[in-house]
């Protein structure tokens, strides 16, 4: 079986690719350099030069308060929903499979239920939007797919809230964190793994994938974090975290409050869930390194 990744340059692209690689999966990957996948003729000749079995599509615009923007709004859906019809038309076209990553910002983020993966599509901002057309372009186009729902996202390769954390760790005493946003985060190596083991199943569908662990809010998050950076830097261990609402930091885009995926789907359809999120972070630090000088 032969993969094409899109986006390999972000945190998802680059794991997806390195777990391919571990599993001796031949594995084409490309980021706007190779293919821009708003060029509809760049999509078409790329993939089908290729001649993949199964594409990956994780590269998205996802800065989402510079999505707010009213002249970044043509981009945006450019990139997200109709880059996304472009690479779904090619699959169709040479008959492969397609995994698509999504996110829970597709959803209103209101409540505290868990977000089941055919409840309603209800967007909160312009990126959610930008998303949910992307996937209501892959289910239009497709029978073979995948669409993976996801949130928290942090990898080793690019920016990221721990990565944010452990800076701003450095030089303050004390950090303020909201607590009233909720959900789990999503370790890339970890979801490689997954997305993988999906494209080697005929299971289509929507999923949701986050690591277990139960739900929790940054706030919370940010207290395991400083606690095991601690273990690498004692500093950590004396800064204080304190939990604030999402008043204290407004942004132009809308956040969720309630970011709880109901992950059910995957144990149902024999998928292996995802470790709990203070191991995936455990993990993460260590190979990470974000404390060698």
């Known amino acids: 079986m032969k993969f ?3 986006g ?9 690719m390195r777990e391919l690689k571990q599993r001796g999966y031949e594995a084409v990957g490309v980021d706007i350099d190779e293919m821009d996948i708003t060029d509809k003729d760049s999509v078409d000749k790329v993939i089908c030069g290729a001649h993949p079995d199964v594409v990956v599509h994780c590269a998205a615009w996802t800065a989402v308060d510079a999505a707010e923007d009213e002249e970044n709004i043509p981009k945006v859906m450019k990139v997200n929903a109709y880059g996304t019809e472009n ?10 499979k397609m995994i698509y990553i999504s996110t829970d910002y597709v959803f209103n983020g209101q409540g505290e239920i868990p977000w089941k993966p055919d409840d309603r599509r209800e967007p909160l901002n312009v990126y959610g939007q930008s998303k949910c057309d992307g996937e209501l372009a892959v289910q239009t186009v497709l029978e073979k797919y995948f669409i993976v729902r996801i949130a928290w996202v942090f990898g080793v390769n690019g920016k990221n809230f721990i990565k944010t954390m452990i800076h701003l760790g450095k030089n303050h005493d004390k950090l303020t964190v909201v607590c009233d946003q909720v959900g789990t985060p999503t370790y890339t190596y970890d979801l490689a793994r997954l997305l993988v083991d999906m494209a080697e199943t005929d299971k289509y569908g929507v999923y949701h994938a986050t690591n277990e662990g139960g739900y929790i809010s940054w706030y919370d998050f940010t207290v395991e974090i400083m606690k095991q950076a601690g273990n690498y830097d004692n500093k950590y261990h004396q800064i204080e975290v304190i939990p604030v609402s999402s008043d204290a930091y407004p942004a132009k885009a809308k956040r969720p409050s309630n970011s709880r995926m109901d992950k059910s789907k995957l144990i149902e359809n024999g998928f292996k869930p995802l470790p709990v999120w203070q191991d995936a972070l455990e993990r993460y630090l260590k190979e990470a390194k974000l404390f060698e000088t």
């Open 8 to 16: 390999v340059k972000g945190q998802l692209g680059f794991d997806v």
């Open 87 to 96: 690479i779904a038309k090619v699959c169709k076209k040479i008959d492969i």
């Open 4 to 6: 094409l990744v899109t």
